[in-house]
């Protein structure tokens, strides 16, 4: 019998938007160091390259050197309001029952994200999620991020390797399946900035429903 496919996710932007927390969380580690306020959009895109990546962003939008004195107290300020940031997160639609049908069916399932791994399973444990998945990759599991491959290549070797798609939403997410030679999803809903076709995915979704039926046509003997 064929093994399942093994399905690894991005977090923020693929199962979660979690721009409001993450904008908040900025506000209030600006405001701790008394620099002013950034505006959401502005905050949104710059997500998905990890913590460190965001503080060096937020600091040079208000004028700042990004590795000069404000930087550890900015990233201290962020770090304790980010631990357990998910009031404001939300899914996706339909993103619980598509992840328990997928588990009920047998597919291994991990996360692969930028998110430190604190705040990333809050977010988990919040939405009743965690023990759907096999393993949790985050920015702080290993010395490098995404769109070095390393953590998407953890992740799978924590499910035990075998077939996988990874399934996430950005230009970091593409870049990384690229470079570790795997199977790329895009939800196209996400927080990506660059046109579908340049990311080259595999395949392309926009509603969870569809992801059901993506999967089982990567799947030996599948529809």
Do not use: W
Not at 67 to 94: C, I, Q, W
Not at 108 to 126: F, G, Q, S, W, Y
Request: charged letters at 20%; hydrophobic letters at 45%.
């Amino acid at each position: 019998m064929a093994r399942p496919v093994a399905l690894i996710f991005d977090l923020d932007g693929t199962l979660v938007d979690s721009a409001p927390d993450i904008h908040a969380t900025s506000n209030l580690a600006l405001a701790a160091i008394g620099l002013p306020e950034l505006p959401f959009e502005t905050v949104r895109g710059f997500i998905g390259g990890g913590v460190p990546h965001l503080i060096g962003a937020l600091l040079s939008a208000v004028g700042e050197d990004p590795e000069g004195p404000k930087r550890r107290p900015m990233s201290r300020a962020f770090n304790d309001a980010y631990a357990h940031a998910v009031d404001l997160t939300v899914l996706f639609p339909h993103v619980a029952e598509v992840l328990a049908a997928l588990h009920a069916q047998g597919h291994p399932m991990a996360i692969c994200t930028n998110k430190p791994v604190e705040p990333a399973r809050a977010v988990l444990d919040h939405f009743g999620l965690s023990a759907l998945f096999g393993a949790v990759v985050g920015g702080d599991s290993l010395p490098v991020r995404k769109p070095d491959p390393a953590p998407l290549v953890h992740a799978l070797d924590a499910l035990g390797g075998g077939p996988v798609l990874y399934v996430g939403d950005s230009e970091t997410d593409a870049a990384t399946a690229r470079a570790a030679r795997l199977p790329f999803a895009l939800f196209t809903e996400g927080y990506r900035k660059t046109p579908v076709a340049d990311l080259r995915p595999e395949v392309a979704f926009s509603d969870y429903r569809e992801l059901a039926g993506l999967v089982s046509a990567l799947t030996p003997g599948g529809a």
